[in-house]
Each structure stands twice: as C-alpha cells, then as structure tokens.
C-alpha cells in the first residue's frame, strides 16, 4: 500500500511510516511468526510488516488509529479470513476480550513520543501477552536495556526488566521512513519472564520505583522518606539507603519494596 502524494502525516500521531521493504522483511526474520500464532499489531500504517504475517494465515489484530488508514489496509488484507483491522487506540484496548486465551506476540512501529505510554499499557497487561517487538527512538531503546550504574537506568528500564528480558535487535536508518524523523530508531525486543524474586504488591513496587526514580540524584533514603511517611512506617535497612536507585539491580528494588510492604504489614496489624 503506498501512500498517495497528498497524504499529509499527522505530527500528533508521531507518524512515520516504514518504506523500506528490506528493513520490513528483517524484522519480520526477528520476529518469525507461525501460522498457529495470535498477533497484534499497533499501527499498521501502510501494512510494511503486515503484509508478511497475515498470508501465514495466523490471527492477525491491526489496531489503527488514523481512520484515513483504514479503506487501504481493509481493502489490501481484509480478504483474509484471519485479518481484523480495529480503528482505535491501543492504550484503550483490554487485550482479555480481544484475545481471553492470550499468548498474544505484539509488534509494531509506534509513536515514538508515546513509547512509554504503550509500553506501560503492554506491561500492565502482559499475562495475555508472549512477546512484544516494536520500533522505537534509539534512545529509549538504549534506556529500556540500560543496566544498573548506567546513567540511563532508570523506571523504563526497571520496569520492562522486571518483567520481561529486552534486548536491542538493531538500528534503523532514518532513510528507511517516510517522512523521515529526526532521530535514531532501532528494534526492541522482550519476551516475558517471571521476575527475578516474588513480588508482594505489584502496585506498590511500582510506586517505590517510581518514587525512588523521581528524585534519582537523592539517596534512596531520602527519595523515600515521605513515602514511608504517609503510610507511618520506617525504611528498612534490607539494603543500604545511602545508595541512589539507579545503582540497585531489579532484584534488590523488589527486595526493597518487598520490606516495605512487610514493614506496612507489621505496622496494620
């Protein structure tokens, strides 16, 4: 599907729109769909990496948000039984409904400027999903993967960590996007794991994480006293507080917030 000359990209939906069939073909080798797999696909714009998936005959969800989009992607795959082209957000998609049996493989180029955003709404979600393979900024890429002593370590990286194992695929040239951005892009990749230690209070660690990331440059003591002090509680000295966030590793951060919640426990009962 191209796109016709007088077709103006829409800033708002950070569109930029993959052209490149080589670059296309080679992320679809780094995803290696099977026919008996369920894909979403967010934003499928001109049906670059669609149009090699959908012919394996899997179960194909495309969500698009452009409703200009919509006639050229029905018309070029709607023929296929195992296509279903969704005009929406995906940040308001429940993925149980769409697909309740999961095992969901999520891909997509995305908005660069809302990368985050769908990435947490993934996460929040990630039980029905298997993997997830997105283009992104080179940038953020590099912070989801970041390790802990990295000055780019921070609550993207803890978070898709803690939950999954992420790694960068590749680069992407500017000239392979149409219009092209302004900056690096690359392909990221997770597949969902267990973390590395049980967490007691999922909501709570991601607070603490948050927290303790609002304030980096703090001590973890101070970044975390007013936390501990709206719920009445000491900090624990399971690790050392005089250490900034972006020195723990993903197991000590659920260590930490693990004795907190204890701490919140002891101090209710």
Known sequence: MN?????LPKRSLGQNFLIDDNVAQKIVRAIAPQPDEVFVEIGPGLGALTKHIVPLGCRYFAVEIDERLLPGLQAQFGGHPNFQLLHADFRQIDLQE???GGGIRLIGNIPYHITSHIVF??????GLIRDVTLTVQKEVAERIVAQPGNKTYGILSVVCQTF???ELLFTLSEHVFRPKPEIDSAVIQWKMQAPPLPILDENFYLEVVKTAFGQRRKTLRRS??????????????VIDLQRRPETLTIAEMILLANSLVQTRADVEA
């Open 164 to 166: 999954a194992q992420a």
């Open 3 to 7: 796109l016709p000359a007088d077709f």
């Open 121 to 126: 709404t993934a996460f929040a979600q990630r």
């Open 224 to 237: 975390l006293h007013k936390l501990a002090l709206q719920r009445g509680i000491a900090l624990p000295e």
């Open 98 to 100: 769409l697909v309740p």
